[in-house]
């Protein structure tokens, strides 16, 4: 099977069971309470006041690997984690 199917099936099998909304919310809580959102709202105006023509995907280009980067490493761990054990429950 191509890795494209693969994912295709393990994105089917999240949405079905449930589990992509609450890794979703787990996610969004967690760089809540991190203060990530403030962080990259912060990022993305000051880049904005920095552009002549702003524009939305230039914007996106940007400040998008910066705002990755500040996720912070426990969330990125934790949330693999719980990917992870939802997989082997999936394969068993």
Partial sequence: MADAQIKAKV??????????????????QKLIENGWYEQVTELASDTLRAQENPN????????????LALVPEFVK??????IKRFLEDIVD
């Fill in 11 to 28: 994105n089917q099998k999240l949405i079905e069971s449930g589990e992509y909304e609450r890794l979703s919310q787990y996610l969004r």
């Fill in 56 to 67: 939305f995907e230039k914007l996106v280009d940007l400040v998008e690997p910066e705002a």
């Fill in 77 to 82: 761990v934790e949330l693999l984690g719980m």
